[in-house]
């Protein structure tokens, strides 16, 4: 966020610099003290969210889950799951990155149902509950 911008209260983002430069500095950890890789989660809920998103490099140390996140209804979870995958597949996009979902146990109405989620498609390879 920028300075003297609220978080809740304005939409926040981040590019493709600044994910590579947090990838990076996990991959670093990992190669120095002999770990095993480490799941990096980018929330977005807008595409906007991640500019520059095709320009993301991910080291192998990395597993980068970008995680579909947001309120709303079932319909509204899954349509904004659909969109923002298919814009995922865009090129840049690497084969090794992973797809998330996040779900919320107050805000969302109607909880996506764990059927629901399994019947995404892509299915994810990360479900967050909050």
Same mark, same amino acid.
């Given at each position: ?9 304005? #939409? ?23 770990? !095993? ?24 140390? +990395?597993?980068?889950?970008?995680? #579909?996140?947001?309120?709303?209804? !079932? ?41 629901? +989620? ?13």
């Amino acid at each position: 966020m920028p300075p003297g911008v609220v978080p809740g209260q304005e #939409i926040g983002s981040t590019d493709a610099e600044t994910v590579n430069q947090v990838a990076e500095y996990l991959a670093r950890l990992v190669r120095t003290n002999d770990l !095993p890789q480490k799941l990096l989660l980018v929330h977005q809920f807008t595409e906007a969210m991640v500019t520059e998103d095709e320009k993301i490099v991910t080291p192998r140390q +990395v597993a980068l889950v970008s995680n #579909i996140d947001g309120f709303g209804t !079932p319909e509204v979870k899954i349509s904004v799951y659909k969109q923002l995958t298919t814009a995922l597949k865009a090129p840049g996009i690497e084969a090794g990155d992973h797809i998330g979902v996040k779900l919320f146990f107050k805000e969302d109405e109607r909880l996506l149902s764990p059927q629901g +989620v399994l019947a995404l498609k892509p299915q994810p390879d990360v479900v967050v509950y909050e």
